[in-house]
């Protein structure tokens, strides 16, 4: 099964704010921490499509295509994909001992990926 970045940012945004009327299952907590998981995967999913229109090889090992990025796509780019990544990695871990991502700080990082998305897509290769 294939999706695109953009079906993952739309179903994140509707855990992060669903219709009203929806029936509530899940805390808020868990459902920002999926969303966290399907921007993550959002923005992976952009960053293989970059690299294999500039070089392909670069899509094998996540920590160069990030390292390197930022002399093919810009320093402002590299930086925010970069953060973005980061936090999402660090929402999408579960501790004990920490409470859940809050739904505002998920929503703020759907923002940035929605504008990495289209960012990526118009870099030229």
Do not use: F
Not at 4 to 28: F, I, W
Not at 39 to 67: E, N, Q
Not at 84 to 89: D, E, N, P, V
């Amino acid at each position: 099964m294939s999706t695109s970045p953009e079906t993952l940012v739309t179903a994140a945004g509707k855990l992060l704010l669903p219709e009203p009327g929806t029936v509530h299952t899940l805390a808020p907590g868990l459902r920002a921490r999926a969303a966290a998981v399907l921007l993550r995967m959002a923005l992976d999913m952009a960053l293989d499509a970059y690299w294999l229109r500039v070089t392909p090889s670069m899509t094998r090992i996540g920590k160069h295509r990030m390292l390197c990025l930022e002399w093919y796509a810009g320093h402002d780019t590299a930086r925010r994909c970069r953060t973005t990544w980061t936090s999402l990695s660090a929402a999408c871990h579960y501790r004990s001992y920490e409470l859940p991502p809050a739904p505002a700080e998920i929503r703020a990082r759907l923002l940035e990926v929605t504008g990495l998305l289209a960012a990526l897509a118009s870099e030229d290769a």
